[in-house]
Each structure stands twice: as structure tokens, then as C-alpha cells.
């Protein structure tokens, strides 16, 4: 991760509906990138997923989606694979849809080689809360953006009280 982007920005979102293929996990299995969210993202793009999803908003962009937290990062977690859409009313068989509540946000942000940035970002992420008495994050729904006009930037959007 590049040392101009350590620090994260607030910023504050509308909701936002995202439609895709989800799995349930938690962070000990994923020390190894290839497991299971590694997997899932491999099948999603492998099997052409994003281009089943029906009134995407744009068609560059995805989402890497954390849900349904059980306790805190080190707890079982649903993580989702989507796309933003105009209407979640069409699930297509497989999928699932999610409105992303309205929320205030911590932005880190990585740009590096994929997937290793990811894992970097997602590493400063816990550090700074760890060492942080100011911000609390609140388990809602925590999200990566990535972008494919810039394929070697992620964004980790980390929902707080």
C-alpha cells in the first residue's frame, strides 16, 4: 500500500442496493488468499456472474461486501460478490441482493498488485483500529470497491459508530 493513502478519509454514504453471489466465512480459514473468498472470486468472474446481474449502475465497477457479522473480524461473516443495481426486485437463481444502509465511513486505500494490496489494506484497516480510541467500527456491512478503469486500486469502505 502506498504511504500517501495510510491515512483513511470519512466520508458519508447514501444506501446503496448490490446484487450477487454470497458465501459465509470468517477471517481464520482466509489467511490463505486462495481459500474460500479467493475461490468465490475466482468462480465469480470465471463463470461470468457480474454479466447475470440484471440493472447494474455501472458495469466497471464491483464490490467485495462483509455482512451479517457474527461478533467482530474474528467471527463468522457473510461475504457477498456484487454489482450495484437500479432494482433488486429480479434476483436471478444463485444470487442474493443487499441494500448497504446509509452510513458513515472510514475509506483506507490501497494500490498495488492484486490480490496482495487487498490483504495489505484490509491489514492497515485492523491496525488502525487497534491502535485507534477515536473511531469504532459498527459490524454493519463493510465493503472493497473496486474499479476496473483502475485495476490495481482498491477501496475499503469500514462502516463506524
Known amino acids: 500500500m502506498k504511504d500517501e493513502h495510510a ?3 470519512r466520508e458519508t454514504r447514501g444506501a446503496m442496493a448490490v446484487m450477487g453471489t454470497q458465501v459465509r466465512t470468517s477471517n481464520e480459514p482466509e ?3 486462495v481459500r474460500q473468498i479467493g475461490s468465490h472470486w475466482q468462480r465469480f468472474y ?8 440484471p440493472n447494474r449502475t455501472d458495469t466497471n465497477v464491483v464490490y467485495g461486501v462483509y455482512t451479517h457479522y457474527e461478533s467482530d473480524y474474528r467471527g463468522p461473516y457473510s461475504h457477498l460478490i456484487a454489482c450495484e443495481v437500479g432494482d433488486s ?3 436471478p437463481e444463485g444470487m442474493s441482493a443487499l441494500t448497504i444502509p446509509a452510513a458513515e465511513y472510514l475509506v483506507f486505500t490501497g ?3 492484486m490480490p496482495a494490496v487487498v490483504m495489505e ?5 485492523w491496525q488502525h483500529f487497534e491502535q485507534s ?14 474499479d476496473q478503469r483502475e ?5 475499503v469502505h469500514v462502516a463506524v459508530k
Do not use: M, Q
Request: hydrophobic fraction near 30%; proline fraction near 7%; glycine fraction near 12%.
Open 121 to 125: 489494506t484490509w491489514r492497515a484497516v
Open 7 to 9: 491515512e483513511p478519509r
Open 89 to 91: 426486485a429480479n434476483v
Open 31 to 33: 489467511g490463505d488468499p
Open 151 to 155: 485495476p490495481s486500486r482498491v477501496e
Open 133 to 146: 480510541s477515536r473511531d469504532e467500527r459498527a459490524y454493519t456491512v463493510d465493503f472493497e470497491r473496486y
Open 111 to 113: 494500490v498495488g498488485e
Open 46 to 53: 470465471g463463470e461470468g456472474l457480474a454479466g447475470r446481474i
